[in-house]
Every structure is written in structure tokens, then in C-alpha cells.
T-cell receptor, first 115, second 110 residues
């Protein structure tokens, strides 16, 4: 079984620029999550999709962050414009249905540095 | 008060020791409790999950949940150098509202 794929692995941009991350979940997984992990902290959930609908985006800074999951498969997370405090690892995870404590399978993340 | 608290460590133990990792939380609505292991520059990997209170064992790992005290633990028996990683507790309710602790760094010394 192929794991969660994320790209790019690393990205360096200047503040006020825009950036996009891509995630391909495990085949057949209905639920997709985007997390932000700042150095030394645990992952913070930004948005959760069930198929192509949003289940939870309460912690997504909607003035600058956006995410979509077209056709209920791949997903992109965008930041526009980026701020220095957005420097973090952006993790994508997926699970088969999102109910209860089904395992979330994580990708290895995109490491974003803002100059 | 943070929603989930965890001692950041680092925790250093000799090979073969029993390791105890703990989290406390404030939201009594949490129903599902998970432990993840994260190696450097890798995504978290699920180790254990439990529903409500009780114990669960899987090989060298045992997870305990005490909802009355809002306290969860992960025990690692016969620890190995390959167990050196950051351990994250996580919890959720209704299959959403996932919250992670800040993680404990563990080093198992040969």
C-alpha cells in the first residue's frame, strides 16, 4: 500500500509571497487532514475533509490560508500572503473513514521556511 | 491551561529500561486517545489507540487511559535504541477535533 505523498519536501519563500502544497492520500481514504507543526510543538489541525466536504476548519487562518480537495482525492493547501510565523512543517494525513480512532496515516510533510 | 500537556523531555534511559510517558488533558469530552511516534524529519506514526478508559497492550507497548483523572500513559518495555524518537499523545471526540500534545523526546542509550 502506497503511503501519503506530499510535495514539495522543502520550500523557501520570502514573506508576503504565496506558496502551495500538494497531498495525495492513500487510495480509497475518505478523510484527509492538513496539520501545521511548528518546531518543538505537536501538530495542529488546520482542516479536515470528508470526501470533498469540509468537516472542521476552525483553526484555519482563513484570511491567508485556503485548502481544497477536488473530486475527493488530492488536496492542495495554499498560503497567501505568507508571514514569518508560518514557518513550519505542513503535514497531510488520511484515514479510511474518519470515524472514531481509525489510524491517521501521515506523509513526511513539507518543510516551509519564510525569509 | 493548555488543552493537552506533555512533559517535553528530553528523557534519556538505558537500553532495556521501562519507559513511562504521560499526558494530561482538560477537555472531558475527549473519547479517543492515541499515541504516535515521530522520528526526525518524518511524519508521525500511530502506535496505539484506545477508546474511553482502560488498558491496551501491543507487544512492548501498553497504553492506559484514566478519564476520571484526565490522564493517559504509554509504557514501553525493554526499550531499544530504535525507540529513540518524539512521542506524541493525541485525542479526539466524534472522529474530529483532533488535538496533539507537544511531544516528549526520548533517547534510549545503548
Amino acid at each position: 500500500e502506497a503511503g501519503v505523498a506530499q510535495s514539495p519536501r522543502y520550500k523557501i519563500i520570502e514573506k508576503r509571497q504565496s506558496v502551495a502544497f500538494w497531498c495525495n492520500p492513500i487510495s480509497g481514504h475518505a478523510t484527509l487532514y492538513w496539520y501545521q507543526q511548528i518546531l518543538g510543538q505537536g501538530p495542529k489541525l488546520l482542516i479536515q475533509f470528508q470526501n470533498n466536504g469540509v468537516v472542521d476548519d476552525s483553526q484555519l487562518p482563513k484570511d491567508r490560508f485556503s485548502a481544497e480537495r477536488l473530486k475527493g482525492v488530492d488536496s492542495t493547501l495554499k498560503i497567501q500572503p505568507a508571514k514569518l510565523e508560518d514557518s513550519a512543517v505542513y503535514l497531510c494525513a488520511s484515514s479510511s473513514s474518519g470515524r472514531g480512532a481509525e489510524p491517521q496515516h501521515f506523509g513526511d510533510g513539507t518543510r516551509l521556511s519564510i525569509l | 491551561q493548555k488543552e493537552v500537556e506533555q512533559d517535553p523531555g528530553p528523557l534519556s534511559v538505558p537500553e532495556g529500561a521501562i519507559v513511562s510517558l504521560n499526558c494530561t488533558y482538560s477537555n472531558s469530552a475527549f473519547q479517543y486517545f492515541m499515541w504516535y511516534r515521530q522520528y526526525s524529519r518524518k511524519g508521525p506514526e500511530l502506535l496505539m489507540y484506545t477508546y474511553s478508559s482502560g488498558n491496551k497492550e501491543d507487544g512492548r507497548f501498553t497504553a492506559q487511559v484514566d478519564k476520571s483523572s484526565k490522564y493517559i500513559s504509554l509504557f514501553i518495555r525493554d526499550s531499544q535504541p530504535s525507540d529513540s524518537a518524539t512521542y506524541l499523545c493525541a485525542m479526539s471526540y466524534y472522529g474530529q477535533n483532533f488535538v496533539f500534545g507537544p511531544g516528549t523526546r526520548l533517547s534510549v542509550l545503548p
